[in-house]
């Protein structure tokens, strides 16, 4: 696993969780929202997937081989993230060390919250995350700049990214920042604006 | 060509249009008049504007409710409220703590006001047709029932709008759902929005905002509206909403924050230009007949996983509905109407309101809450829970052997400790059947309050229909 920060690539081993439509309440259970803080959530990630009602630890789990300093990347069924608007979620995963998601469609909130914290989310076709879901542990490169992720021994993939969220990430970019630099424009719309 | 419902509202609020591609390529940032905050999706955003030295910028565009990790159960004889942990309480503290410090106006505890935040902002007259409004909660869509642009955001989103009232936001595509006929006896809102989930899928909106149009949803009132659009986001779409009408109108006039005397003819005035245009299009466009949809519940783990009443589960054996029926302890193809019911929750900001209530008291009264069942009966509002107790609804359910409670969110999403047991069957009138959100191990069906309430006096998962003479 090696992630150059510079270069914005990551290359690492996928981890699969071939499950279609995994929702916030799985990432981070209700229970752990009571939180005042960003940090500290990855121990509570997929909590009730790593132990049993009473709370205790199971030995096998949908990530029991998880392994964050091999595993970056995550890849989902269809439908990541849906339900809840919690940012907890991708606070919770990258907190965990997870770095990206590949899934066919994500939830549209969730796709938000993650590019807001530079948690990539990653859309490929069905078919191709389907390779990756038959290829548990499948060595990944990708690259934020181009916007591809090579997949050894199966192809180089363009995915979607909104050229913004894009170049926020690779330049630093802060969006507050930049709608505070819009202020003259806000109020001109502040003033038009019925009483 | 027109333009939509949804084009119009947009339009009227963007303040930067998309940059081009040659440009910086930003989305556009739209103006938000309303941004709703309760206490557990603002702390850290509130934390982020303190590390900058912001303030917040329109405060008198807020508005603060607490509800999610609130206890349901009244303060006991030393004052104290019983919050599940100390964490909750800090929670709610840091909620108080901030809107006092910004100027914004909080509806704590001491406020005869306090209630779910989508229950309590349209209540208030807060919500209101052709505005964008905001919450850190993905059932904003519920304010979309007043002809309102309304969705959830994240944290950071929520304090994006503290410093600048403004988002940067894609414009979604638009999805008209057209739903003509008369609805059947028995058949709610709820029912309504149930069956389009399960007709369209858990993801079937996504990318889109809905608006709901038709002769079925004309006849709906305001709190069936709201109940529609609440569930928008359980098939992935941005919003929903629904064209204000002279219903919207009689429902929000006189309300504590909605305009007065001449502001209030302004202000309808400008209400009218809303609905969408004869001529404009949908992107996408699905139609549904009233007379298919009957009282309609889940089987499964998410909200598209959705039967009518009378219809057995379907008899599929894909990985997702395997894992779905060995969850909730079913069988491919079995029937769902006779199941043993743990317990019946009626709340959340689905079917909280006055008339889901009086729905529900209707089938309950002069009967028992079935032996081996809990029944749990939370206001969305405490204007709504004072309201029941004026009609005496309160004592229909205590009589029926149903627990009543101070207004919250409850166990819709089971974080203030209200919440089910492992294996438990719960009939919800709540808006999510993922797994454990109502408690560990915990199998939701999500129903009308009609449905919950009669298998609440039957014990079992029952068709509302099967009970005479209290459908109203």
Request: aromatic share 6%; charged share 20%; hydrophobic share 40%.
């Amino acid at each position: 696993m090696t992630t150059d920060i510079s270069s914005h690539v990551i290359s690492c081993h996928c981890y699969c969780l071939p499950f279609d439509d995994i929702d916030t309440d799985q990432i981070i259970p209700g229970q752990f929202l009571t939180t005042t803080q960003r940090e500290g959530l990855g121990a509570f990630c997929f909590h009730s997937w790593r132990h049993d009602e009473s709370g205790s630890a199971l030995d096998e789990h949908p990530l029991t081989e998880f392994d964050n300093s091999r595993h970056q990347v995550l890849v989902a069924g269809r439908n990541f993230g849906c339900g809840s608007s919690r940012e907890h979620a991708p606070w919770a995963l990258l907190d965990m060390g997870v770095r990206a998601v590949i899934s066919s469609r994500f939830a549209d909130i969730f796709f938000n919250n993650a590019l807001k914290n530079g948690l990539l989310p990653i859309t490929l076709d069905e078919a191709v995350v389907e390779f990756l879901h038959q290829h548990p542990h499948h060595p990944v490169k990708i690259d934020i700049q181009s916007r591809s992720i090579e997949i050894e021994g199966h192809g180089s993939f363009e995915f979607p990214l909104d050229p913004f969220a894009a170049h926020c990430i690779i330049e630093g970019i802060d969006q507050m920042d930049f709608i505070l630099q819009q202020d003259a424009l806000i109020r001109q719309h502040e003033e038009r604006r019925p009483g | 060509m027109g333009q939509t419902l949804f084009e119009k509202i947009w339009d009227a609020h963007l303040v930067r249009p998309a940059g081009s591609a040659e440009g910086d390529g930003a989305p556009a940032i739209i103006y938000i008049d309303l941004h709703l905050i309760h206490e557990v999706t603002s702390p850290q955003a509130f934390t982020e504007l303190e590390s900058r030295g912001l303030p917040v910028r329109r405060p008198d565009l807020c508005l603060a409710t607490i509800d999610h990790s609130t206890p349901t159960l009244p303060a006991g004889a030393d004052g104290k409220r019983p919050y599940i942990t100390e964490a909750a309480r800090v929670q709610v503290e840091t909620v108080q703590e901030n809107c006092a410090k910004h100027g914004i106006e909080l509806h704590g505890w001491d406020s005869p006001n306090r209630g779910i935040v989508h229950v309590m902002g349209p209540e208030l007259g807060a919500t209101q047709p052709g505005m964008t409004i905001v919450c850190g909660d993905s059932h904003t869509s519920t304010h979309g029932a007043f002809g309102a642009l309304a969705f959830g955001i994240g944290t950071t989103e929520v304090g994006h709008v503290l410093a600048t009232q403004c988002l940067l936001q894609n414009k979604p595509k638009t999805l008209g759902i057209q739903v003509e006929g008369e609805l059947a006896e028995g058949v709610t809102a709820k029912d309504v929005i149930l069956h389009i989930i399960g007709a369209i899928g858990v993801d079937g909106g996504t990318g889109y905002v809905i608006e709901y149009f038709g002769s079925a949803i004309r006849g709906l009132d305001m709190e069936g509206r709201m109940t529609l659009c609440n569930m928008s986001i359980e098939c992935g779409a941005r919003a929903g909403m629904v064209a204000p009408d002279e219903k919207t109108y009689a429902w929000l006039k006189g309300r504590s924050h909605a305009p007065k005397d001449e502001a209030w003819d302004r202000a309808v005035e400008r209400w009218r230009q809303l609905p969408t245009d004869a001529d404009a299009r949908f992107d996408r466009l699905v139609e549904i007949r009233a007379e298919d949809i009957e009282p309609s519940i889940t089987w499964g783990t998410n909200p598209g996983m959705v039967i009518g009443i009378s219809e057995n589960i379907p008899d599929r054996h894909d990985p997702a509905a395997t894992d779905a029926q060995s969850y909730m302890h079913l069988k491919p193809g079995q029937q769902l109407q006779g199941e043993k019911v743990d317990v019946v929750f009626i709340g959340s900001c689905t079917n909280s309101r006055i008339s889901d209530l009086r729905a529900a008291a209707g089938v309950m009264r002069g009967r028992k809450v079935a032996d081996g069942t809990r029944v749990l009966v939370v206001p969305g509002s405490e204007i709504i829970r004072r309201e029941a107790e004026a009609e005496g609804l309160h004592q229909v359910f205590i009589d029926a052997g149903a627990e009543w409670r101070l207004a919250g969110c409850s166990m819709c999403l089971a974080m203030n400790g209200d919440m089910a047991q492992a294996g438990e069957l719960v009939v919800s009138t709540s808006n999510r059947n993922f797994k454990g959100r109502q408690g560990r191990g915990a199998r939701t069906v999500l129903a009308s309050p009609l449905t919950a309430a009669a298998s609440a006096v039957t014990g079992r998962v029952t068709d509302p229909r099967s009970l005479a003479g209290e459908v109203q």
